[in-house]
């Protein structure tokens, strides 16, 4: 009689405990044959979608795992090929999980972050390794971690290429090519109109409305050339980022304005000279970029938002998913647009690329804050290092051909690489900008630094848009979310700008030390909010006092507040204003939340005040 191998039965074992921790996730395990060390790989799901986001798996089974003794960590063989096969040598995500198939508790290990094991590997002349797989790793309690996880293997794949690829040979590449300042001439007499110039002289002066329609009659005229038409639309695009900006719109538009204008340029290019279909291809992969950037910054803000206060976890682990793929896709993009960027660096008709490769340090610019945020120094350092390269070479080209405004804006670029003054981008900005031979352009561009050092202090920079934080914020995760903020009537709209506005009671705390603040009827939209954006601050608010048991509730918390000051407020004796420079931080909140909590639960009747009712 034939008998089953024992070892085989645990493995099947194993592979049914995988499906039955990830399967109800909504993800999907997939079975691999003859590969090198991988068991299957799994894809993420986002709801009943694809995220996009997936990951190898080295699947161990065991009936008889080896805990630590105090169990809180398994112990998992490997030989020291599949380790370093695992942590070194693979350029996709593989995690080690490990299935204690007797306890029935699946385990997960991520050997691309193990950074002491990489030392290790080094190092070791053993046959063998014991990894030790904290037992704190559990499927699929920790489904959310182990997302975050795969976005930071994302990063460390992402950083090894960026480090490992030759960026010093990327700028010393750089060769001289024969009549470029002639056909920097050309162009120029080509475009040199009084259409244009006046055109740039209202920009600049913020006569966007002036600007606007003499650009647009250019870009229509018939009789224009391609390139009057191609500068008349870059004259566009800067008009529209402007009024997108100070119009306080979604961050994210931004880089939809760029989008439409590289778009608008290729379709323009096609016909036109190589030089031009170049730029817009830049342009484009640039603005394709810095979407990607975007909508995983708001991800990061919504995730947040959701993590600090409690929010879903299913949403949660949504929001990990999508993000895990876009850094995936943001990889993938960026390293196109450093080949792009390399390619020009040789290009015979470079001379007009320097300013179209900015843009691709622009795009990243906004990947690194998120980087930063997240603490992946590594990660935002390699990338930082990169895009600067791509300054240099933009810086070069724009000065091989005598256009120091396109220079400027390779300083500008620079600057969003780094934060500090003590950085190898803040020395190469600044030393370039003090080689500008053209006076005013030199005084314009160390203006442009230092406002750049402002920013990085956090203090406010004279022409800058000051918006609405809280209202900006609610505004990118809504258009993540793909809520039309645009929509006045949309209750959903209307309810995101009372929570917005009323994010902080700190105007009306401030006026007495007598006075609290609570959430209270909160409505189906209210609760949609607090639902999708983590935030009960689109519920109605009630004004108390503390001594003299007055209250008044409104809809916002100013009319509640109006009503409250002329009742009450206008004619008592007893106001006594909170010091000047006082500030309702958090820990202040939780100090008055803790004080009061019995006021207003007895007069709500709930413990925090809250009341879920059937309209807002």
Known sequence: MIEKPKEHETDRAGKRLLREVLEPLGWVVNNVEEDYGIDSYVQVFDGKSPSGAWFHVQLKSSASSEYSADRSFVSQNLSIDHARHYALEMREPVLLIHADVTAKVVYWYAPQLDVQLVGVLGKTGAKFITMRIPARLQLPQTAPDLLSNLDKIYLVLASRELTTAPNQTFAESLKHFPNQEALHQAFQEINDTLKLHKIVELYLQRRLDEARPRAEALWADPDSSIEVKFWARVQLEGIDFSQTVHEGKPQSELAKVALKHAKALQQLAASGPKYLKFYSLIARHAAELEILTYENSVLFMLLRQHLEKGGDPMMTLGISARRSALTKRIVFKYNRCLRLARYAANYSDRWMLGRSLTKIVNAVGRYLITLEAEKNIEAERAFAHSALQVCKVAAWICQETGDAEGAVLAILSAMLTTHSTDSEAYRWATGLAHRLSDPKIRADAMRMIERAEQRWKGNPVEGDYQGDPPWQIYQNIASALGIDI??????????????????????????????????????????????????????????????????????????????????????????????????????ERRVLQARHRDLVARLVGTPNGFRYTSED
């Open 486 to 587: 645009s929509d006045e009537n949309n209750p959903l709209v209307r309810g995101l700008k009372i929570a917005a506005k009323d994010n902080s009671p700190e105007r009306v705390l401030s006026r007495c030390e007598h006075i609290v603040e609570s959430q209270g009827a909160t409505g189906p939209i209210a609760r949609t909010i607090q639902q999708l954006f983590n935030t009960s601050m689109a519920s109605s608010k009630v004004i108390h006092c503390s001594i003299h048991n007055f209250h008044v509730e409104g809809k916002e918390l100013d009319a509640a507040y109006a009503q409250f000051k002329m009742r009450h407020c206008d004619s008592c004796s007893d106001q006594k204003p909170r010091p000047d420079g006082w500030r309702y931080t958090e820990q």
